[in-house]
């Protein structure tokens, strides 16, 4: 596994096949797709940013990179995707095998371009940030969110344009230009308002007319600077007026009826937010952080309708496809994202549900809205109160600065070329297609597929993309060919807008051995990547249940894995005993069991926002964090031996003993029987008891070190052994010992569970791969 991590700190890829299938039936019988899961500005301290022009390819555009053949004595340069001969431009006249340019160097697979660095040139427009506010929350709720946006708003960089809306049954955009008093427009929740009705009731056109032909966008564009200054005003001159704003925001005024919700106009505040930016400051870094906390009632795409005798949407309603308002809602989402994508701007969602008491955690929309957050890149964020460190602290990140900022990044575009003999079927991940055709597009698509060029409004240094790949060569080639060009090549540019400014290319460039034949199943296993093909199947199958309406993933992915253990297993037809996977495999079927029984496959107990939620945050993070989604990592702590990765299983348990469980979402600091006992009789404050105040502490402090690192940052759980809050450990624990099984530990626990264990699994899974 670590020349895989070794590849991914050099590229920030990670590949299930590293040795790929040389023909599309080879590629069809390898089970796992020929893929890769790719962080396109993922942070390389060594890395060189190099402050020209790229040197592109004049058939293919594809760049110059370190796998390309030069003739030093004739200038020239032949491109490893299309063979096009290419003559250096005279400013690279010295180049020589002593004195090569950054980009051919072996060790540089991954170069950045500065296309503004010599002329210290940034964007025109700052970056902006649209608060979009729910106001339909209850009082305590409105205090926490209050002070979260106001200790937000100064954490804003001094440069970045501000703006605020507020909405519940009406919508108010805030004039924070207007000082004198406080100013707002308002406008009615239930009607839908166009682009050009805001700006003629917003009075954009007061002092400057409106120009006859074209569209209304930015200064540039028909609009003064001073009409966009009264509603997006710089961080460092508004924060005494936004202040204020946010010291009066009261709950909405409107009364509400003891049997129904509360009117609440999301759709009508997220489509003007769009309108405002898209009139403003099109094409700049601008994001809509939306704050929501419930459902929708009103306007042009509600939830649920106001009466508390129609329950919100569940599972089970959505696959009987009996929910009234589902369809209308994700048509105005898609619209909404379209809208978005193409201004270049970005829909960040800060949800806090206060229904958990009611039935299901979190109803908000997330469901319906996760269109429109995904393809534009944007955040998310599910907790359950505004008052929840989940929320303040994730909150707190996106506006830090220092080791652990999340680098955000914005207007990216994101491009892919590969070798004649592979087509792109599509990204699953957070980004939109720009619907570029061409001979690299496969007939099949996956995801966002159809094209070999992404939009990707917002980005951040974790942001990580899953692409597909169609191997088209459909017979095996000669043993003389395959010898002589067995090496399959892709290049991603990622042009993107860092969080200074500056515009920037990435480039990175990887080469991959093809095999053919069935000689080749060993060379097939050594490149096999576990964690890595773990992924791009939770990725697919997270996809396919929410396109496919009959789709069955735990049959999906039991025919995957026996498939893929039949094909590359070894063992003897119909004895079961015989079967023996390769070490490079072996993790494989246990990260499948996992995958199984975790949330994103089991819906049952989660809200449709929940498994929303969870299925965008598998989608757009690196293969080392999806991992712990699947399958938890599980430290033990005791007297006996220090911290030690212990089996994410039910023996794990023991009166002695501590555990860590590191789920992504939640982690789990839980206390065996016998320590829950002595901590509650005050040991560890006793002097002659300090290596047990040790033994406690430990926990707690590796538990901060991955909140530090992580966003949305997880729930931290701290529980004891048989008591309630025990059941975040015991559900991601294998069962292998339960109510009805006789192999109990004294000190130990089980399960009350009637799921099979893994050895169960285990022994299910040989015997049907040895039929």
């Excluded at 039949?566 to 996977?581: A, C």
Aim: proline residues 6%; glycine residues 6%; hydrophobic residues 40%.
């Amino acid at each position: 596994m670590t020349e895989f991590l070794d590849l991914e700190s050099q590229d920030g890829v990670r590949m299930p096949w590293n040795v790929i299938p040389g023909t599309k039936q080879d590629a069809l019988n390898a089970v796992v797709p020929v893929s890769a899961v790719y962080t396109p500005i993922k942070h390389f301290p060594s890395m060189p940013v190099l402050n020209y022009a790229p040197l592109r390819c004049r058939t293919c555009r594809s760049i110059l990179n370190p796998f390309c053949i030069v003739d030093f004595a004739a200038k020239i340069w032949i491109c490893p995707f299309c063979f096009q001969r290419n003559h250096f431009p005279p400013h690279y006249a010295s180049i020589s095998d002593e004195s090569l340019p950054a980009e051919l160097f072996p060790q540089y697979t991954t170069v950045e371009y500065s296309s503004d660095s010599s002329s210290g040139a940034t964007s025109a427009v700052p970056p902006v940030f649209l608060f979009v506010v729910d106001t339909c929350i209850i009082e305590e709720e409105i205090g926490f969110l209050r002070s979260a946006l106001a200790q937000a708003v100064e954490l804003l960089p001094e440069n970045s344009l501000v703006g605020l809306i507020t909405f519940g049954t009406f919508v108010h955009v805030h004039e924070l230009g207007f000082t004198a008093v406080p100013k707002t427009y308002v406008f009615k929740g239930s009607k839908d308002v166009t682009k050009d009705q805001l700006l003629e009731q917003m009075s954009f056109f007061v002092k400057k007319p409106r120009p006859a032909v074209g569209v209304v966008a930015g200064a540039r564009d028909g609009l003064s600077t001073d009409s966009i200054s009264r509603f997006l005003v710089p961080a460092s001159e508004c924060e005494f007026t936004i202040n204020s704003v946010l010291e009066e925001l009261q709950k909405d005024p409107w009364a509400v009826p003891a049997d129904q919700r509360a009117t609440r106009s999301t759709s009508t505040a997220l489509s003007i937010a769009a309108s405002l930016l898209g009139a403003c400051v099109p094409g700049s870094a601008a994001r809509i952080m939306a704050f929501i906390g419930g459902p929708a009632t009103e306007g042009p795409a509600p939830i649920v309708s106001k009466q508390l005798s129609e329950p919100i949407r569940s599972h089970k309603d959505l696959d009987k496809d009996s929910v009234p308002h589902y369809h209308k809602c994700v048509k105005f989402y898609d619209g909404l994202s379209k809208q978005l994508v193409h201004q270049g701007h970005v829909l960040d969602l800060f949800a806090c549900a206060l229904d958990q008491v009611i039935a299901y955690f979190s109803k908000v929309g997330i469901a319906e809205l996760k269109t429109a957050v995904e393809r534009t890149g944007g955040l998310v964020v599910l907790a359950e109160s505004f008052g929840h460190s989940v929320f303040k602290d994730s909150l707190k990140r996106v506006f830090q600065s220092g080791d652990y900022d999340l680098g955000l990044s914005s207007n990216g575009i994101f491009e892919i070329n590969c070798s004649k003999d592979l087509k792109v079927q599509g990204i699953i991940g957070p980004c939109a297609s720009l619907e570029k055709k061409g001979p690299l597009c496969s007939d099949v698509v996956i995801g966002q597929g159809g094209t070999s060029a992404w939009k990707m409004c917002g980005l951040d240094k974790s942001t990580s993309l899953c692409l597909f790949f169609d191997v088209v060569r459909k017979e095996s080639p000669d043993a003389a060919m395959q010898s002589a060009s067995n090496q399959f090549y892709f290049q991603f540019l990622t042009y993107y807008q860092n969080s200074s400014g500056q515009m920037r290319l990435r480039v990175t460039t990887l080469s991959r051995r093809w095999v053919a034949g069935p000689e080749s199943i060993q060379d097939l296993i050594a490149g096999f990547d576990q964690e890595a093909a773990a992924i791009v199947m939770a990725r697919q199958v997270s996809f396919k249940m929410e396109t496919e309406a009959e789709f069955d993933p735990i049959r999906w992915l039991d025919k995957a894995l026996i498939n893929l253990c039949s094909r590359f297993g070894e063992f003897q037809k119909d004895t079961p005993s015989s079967f023996s996977l390769s070490p490079r495999l072996s993790i494989f079927p246990q990260f499948m069991f996992h995958f199984r029984r975790s949330q994103f496959v089991q819906v049952f107990n989660n809200s449709p926002d929940e498994t929303a939620y969870f299925r965008m945050i598998l989608n757009r993070e690196n293969v080392a964090n999806s991992v712990v989604m699947v399958q938890p990592s599980l430290i033990s702590y005791s007297f006996h031996s220090g911290p030690e990765p212990a089996l994410l299983d039910v023996a794990a348990i023991a009166a002695d003993k501590m555990l860590l469980l590191d789920s992504f979402f939640t982690v789990v600091i839980f206390h065996g029987s016998t320590i829950a006992q002595w901590r509650k009789a005050g040991y560890h404050n006793e002097p002659e008891h300090q290596a047990f105040a040790h033994l406690l502490q430990a926990p707690h402090d590796d538990a901060d070190l991955i909140m530090k690192e992580r966003f949305p940052v997880p729930r931290l759980v701290i529980c004891d052994q048989h008591g309630s809050q025990a059941r975040f450990l015991l559900a991601k624990l294998n069962p292998s010992a339960t109510y009805n099984t006789e192999n109990y530990q004294p000190g130990g626990d089980i399960i009350f569970t009637d799921d099979v264990s893994f050895e169960v699994f285990l022994d299910h899974l040989q015997r049907l791969v040895v039929q």
